[in-house]
């Protein structure tokens, strides 16, 4: 895998608290850039390996393409990790949770490329990259501001 973004803060809440919000994949749009829509693509609940949703995102002079997202693993509290159906790139995002204190935790969002094909690394990867720590930058700072504000 290639690792294509890497953003982490501490956040004035709990870290169950962060995880309902950021494993309601529905909210994904709220925070995080180039997201236009993200829908439930099945039954199960949040946060549950198996959950599937459609994501509409943006792409640079390509318009918006659809995505099926899968949760592939989900620890309560601690860790959400998603693989995106998107060719060729590949994503896969792990977000983890780490409790701080009683109402505060520290969580770290990566994003990677499952693709390992050489001629990735050489095209595609280099301007993912650039794209991808950009919005993960100004998206980590949007959750921050929103999930501080959620606190008494």
Known sequence: MHLLAEQSTALECSAETA???????????????????????????????????????????????KIMLTVVDARPNQRLVTEGAFLPLLPRMEIDFEPTAAHAC????????????????????PLTRRIMQRRARLGIARLKIRLDRAQP
């Open 106 to 125: 520290r969580i770290r969002w990566r994003m990677f490329s499952r693709n390992t094909h050489p001629l990735m690394r050489a095209t595609l990867i």
């Open 19 to 65: 995880y309902q919000y950021v494993a309601n994949l529905e909210r994904f749009g709220e925070w995080f850039p180039g997201v236009v829509a993200i829908a439930s693509a099945n039954d199960r609940p949040h946060g549950e390996p198996g959950k599937t949703y459609l994501e509409t995102v943006a792409i640079p002079l390509r318009g918006t393409r």
